[in-house]
């Protein structure tokens, strides 16, 4: 599977179970994004800005606390 197979797939995945593009639900719980910055800081996981850490890891974290310091 090549590259555009694979993001075509995801796609169709992602169709079926609702979604479709980049766009989120209103459901989605964004009230929640200190409970899941707090999963992405855990011991390994947290990565500095502009890097890319190993899986299971991210730097979300550090862009949500960069667009809340300057809105």
Known sequence: MNAQQSRDWLRRRLRN???DGKTLK??????????????????????????????????????IERIRENP
């Not at 209103?26 to 899986?55: I, L, M, Y």
Request: glycine content about 12%; proline content about 12%.
């Open 17 to 19: 179970h609702g979604q």
């Open 26 to 63: 209103t459901s989605f719980p964004f009230d929640a994004h200190e409970q899941a910055c707090g999963r992405a800081k855990q011991k390994g996981r947290a990565v500095p800005p502009g890097q890319k850490g190993t899986n299971p890891s991210s730097s979300m974290p550090a862009l």
